[in-house]
């Protein structure tokens, strides 16, 4: 009995070959090739800045405290003559996983996600990314 099953298991197995044999391929020859995804992808944190390259972020630290990852953001700041100065502010996207709970808590909109996916490094100190190589300016419609 094991037997027969064993065949009628390999000839199912070799029926969904048959059948995708003369389907188009859903995958693509990456990197040659990539797929094009929704603008919506939540994909590499940004920091969204002003035209002269400054941070909008209050200090609330509202995205560390939604943040599912320990130590995926770092924030310093203080507050000198009623202004928040920033200190540092890092994001650690090797830690990140990219579910957006900091982009949407956030009160200033400091926080975005890009469409960018490629994220691979073999040297973990890439990942660590400050407001220098997150920044991201945008003008704003009309
Ligand atoms: S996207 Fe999620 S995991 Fe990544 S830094 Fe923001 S809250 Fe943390
Ligand atoms: S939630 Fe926004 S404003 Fe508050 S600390 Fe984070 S980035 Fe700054």
């Known amino acids: 009995m094991r037997f027969l099953k064993g065949i009628f298991a390999l000839f199912e197995g070799m029926k969904m070959v048959a059948i995708h044999l003369f389907r188009p391929a859903v ?3 990456y990197p040659e090739k990539r797929d094009k995804f929704s603008s919506r992808l939540r994909g590499c944190l940004a920091i969204n800045v002003d035209k002269n390259g400054k941070i ?19 924030i310093e700041a203080e507050r000198i003559d009623g202004s928040v100065i920033i200190n540092k502010f890092e994001i650690d996207s090797g830690k990140c996983i990219l579910c957006g709970n900091c982009v949407f808590v ?8 890009t469409p960018e996916y490629e994220m691979a ?22």
């Open 121 to 142: 490094d073999s040297d973990k100190t890439v990942f660590i990314r400050g407001i220098d190589e997150m920044s991201r300016f945008e003008e704003e419609e009309g």
């Open 56 to 74: 909008d972020c209050v200090g609330c630290r509202s995205c560390i405290r939604v943040c599912p990852c320990i130590d995926a953001i770092k």
């Open 106 to 113: 956030c009160p200033k909109g400091v926080l975005k996600m």
């Open 27 to 29: 995958t693509v020859k």
